[in-house]
């Protein structure tokens, strides 16, 4: 039975990717070992997402550790040639946090993709890969930019070149990238390498702010759930830096996972795609908070803290014409608006 391999299946991106191919009647495999709570404390926990996609048909689980390769070996070794693709989610995913422990930050980041590229190669090499990378590949260039700052948000002059949102080709050099830019831009090349060189079929999407209302939302990880969440519960925000208005993309994970099955069934070789809500989904942080304060009748409690986050970007929106021009029957359907709908529904539960 053709069987997908999901790795970080407890987080956001992975449980919607389980979900989504047990809903085509796929076997999923899931690995993950609940490391948010390490990372994040009880905020970042997923062990609710495993223990509910646990009760699935066809779900298996393995509480690994992606750094062992001989445990990966184990599960590859059992499956082999039925593994039809693998969804490689799991991540230290906050460039903060990648400071405190380097070598913690690579090993997961940088280390396990060899492990899983090279399991692939060795077990199934006719799998599709796909890949999570992250826009700080890029590092803090896109702060370089002709950004004009308005009353809500940073923003660039329509005339400017980069107004539909930044490409594949913007510079990854001579930049900060942060720690955990650095680990993910490692396995990133990595991933396009086993590609060119061994021929896998693997595709990579540097993502913007990955989002729904099943993210388990922390203060070093996942803005929007976050946010929602300090609002509802009454915590105080700490707002870091360039007075709020810093603009991200966001893109529902529904609608990236829909970009995966669409990857599966006609992959490509060594691509590379930046994924974001583009100019259908972004908002700056006052925004959101605007829009938030809108839906639950409840004021923001902020805490303003001037310096802001190391190599963090003042705004980042994701063109997305390259993935649109290679699969036309894909297209964003959540914006802004319904994702944070979406999210106070589900925390109001």
């Given at each position: 039975m053709k069987t997908i391999l999901v790795t970080g299946s407890g987080g956001l991106i992975g449980r919607e990717a389980c979900e989504f191919?047990?809903?085509?009647?796929?076997?999923v495999i899931g690995i993950d070992n609940n490391k948010r709570k390490y990372f994040f404390g009880e905020d970042g926990s997923v062990l609710n997402n495993i223990q509910e996609i646990s009760k699935i048909y066809n779900y298996t689980h393995y509480e690994v550790d992606i750094r062992s390769y001989t445990d990966l070996e184990n599960i590859f070794s059992e499956y082999s040639t039925d593994i039809d693709c693998i969804i490689h989610c799991a991540a230290q995913p906050s460039h903060d946090w990648a400071a405190k422990e380097p070598f913690t930050d690579f090993h997961i980041n940088a280390t396990a993709t060899i492990?899983?590229?090279?399991?692939?190669?060795?077990?199934?090499?006719?799998a599709v890969f796909i890949f999570m990378s992250t826009n700080?590949?890029?590092?803090?260039n896109p702060n370089n930019l002709n950004l004009i700052e308005l009353e809500t948000r940073f923003e660039l002059s329509e005339q400017d070149k980069y107004y539909p949102g930044l490409d594949e080709n913007?510079?990854?050099?001579?930049?900060?990238?942060?720690l955990f830019g650095c680990s993910k831009l490692s396995a990133d090349v990595y991933v396009?390498?086993?590609?060119?060189?061994?021929?896998?079929?693997?595709?990579?999407?540097?993502?913007?702010?990955?989002?729904?209302?099943?993210?388990?939302?922390?203060e070093l990880h996942g803005f929007l759930n976050y946010l929602v969440k300090c609002n509802l519960e009454n915590r105080i925000y700490n707002l870091f830096g360039y007075k709020g208005k810093q603009v991200r993309d966001n893109i529902h994970s529904s609608d990236l996972v829909n970009a995966f099955w669409h990857v599966y069934k006609n992959p490509r070789i060594g691509e590379v795609y930046n994924i974001g809500?583009?100019?259908?989904?972004?908002?700056?942080?006052?925004?959101?908070?605007?829009?938030?304060?809108?839906k639950t009748n409840n004021t923001m409690l902020l805490n303003y803290v001037e310096q802001n986050r190391s190599g963090d970007h003042i705004w980042w929106i994701s063109d997305i014409s390259k993935f649109k021009s290679h699969y036309p029957e894909w297209d964003l359907k959540y914006n802004v608006d319904q994702i944070i709908s979406e999210i106070v529904t589900n925390?109001?539960?």
């Open positions: 191919f047990l809903s085509q009647g796929y076997k492990n899983l590229l090279e399991l692939t190669k060795t077990y199934c090499s006719d700080k590949v890029y590092g803090d913007f510079s990854i050099d001579n930049t900060k990238h942060s396009q390498e086993y590609a060119r060189y061994f021929g896998l079929k693997t595709t990579t999407f540097r993502g913007g702010c990955l989002t729904g209302s099943k993210h388990k939302g922390a809500g583009g100019r259908f989904s972004n908002c700056s942080i006052l925004e959101a908070i605007n829009i938030i304060e809108s925390l109001n539960k």
